[in-house]
């Protein structure tokens, strides 16, 4: 059996050989992967410094962002944070206790819950959310040209 019909090849089988990468692109890739860091960094900062778990404030902006209504569903807010069921409910316990949101059941379904945001966790949410502009308004200059070398792959570099 030769290398290429190996199992780590297997995957790989009928797809087009992809170009290598190259230096620049990887140089590229780390300097956009640095940026998204440093804005996350940022981010965490902010939400410990207002109280609040990365998490949480993700939760909150995930409700409040949420596409045509200002209220989600435990499974919908589990989806938007890319976590399990069961630690979103106890996520939402935190910030029930913390009078950050609130439980309403769904008058269709009243197997459904609907977390909405308390009037502290839109003041919250608010204030981070202006700083985080802010933040953006900065570094989108840098994160738009990194994009746009991404894009390119090596053309202009």
């Known amino acids: 059996m030769s290398n290429k019909d190996g199992p780590e090849n297997a995957a790989h089988e009928g797809m087009?050989?992809?170009?290598?990468?190259?230096?620049?692109?990887?140089?590229?890739l780390a300097a956009f992967r640095f940026a998204l860091r440093k804005?996350?960094?940022?981010?965490?900062?902010a939400a410990g410094e207002a109280g609040l778990t990365p998490q949480?404030?993700?939760?909150?902006?995930?409700?409040?962002?949420?596409?045509?209504?200002?209220?989600?569903?435990?499974g919908e807010l589990a989806e938007r944070l890319q976590i399990k069921h069961h630690s979103a409910v106890g996520l939402i316990d935190r910030l029930v206790l913390e009078n950050?949101?609130?439980r309403d059941a769904?008058?269709?379904?009243?197997?459904?819950?609907?977390?909405?945001?308390?009037?502290?966790?839109?003041?919250?949410?608010?204030?981070?959310?202006?700083?985080?502009?802010?933040?953006l308004r900065q570094i989108g200059p840098e994160l738009s040209a990194l994009l746009q070398?991404?894009?390119q792959g090596d053309a202009g570099t």
């Open 100 to 102: 950050l949101v609130e």
């Open 56 to 74: 949480q404030h993700q939760a909150l902006l995930a409700i409040k962002g949420f596409p045509g209504r200002d209220r989600v569903t435990v």
């Open 16 to 28: 087009p050989r992809r170009k290598p990468i190259s230096k620049s692109q990887y140089e590229n």
């Open 106 to 135: 769904s008058a269709e379904d009243r197997r459904q819950v609907h977390i909405s945001l308390t009037v502290r966790g839109e003041s919250m949410l608010e204030e981070l959310s202006s700083m985080h502009r802010e933040q």
């Open 149 to 151: 070398r991404l894009g």
């Open 39 to 45: 804005f996350l960094r940022f981010s965490e900062d």
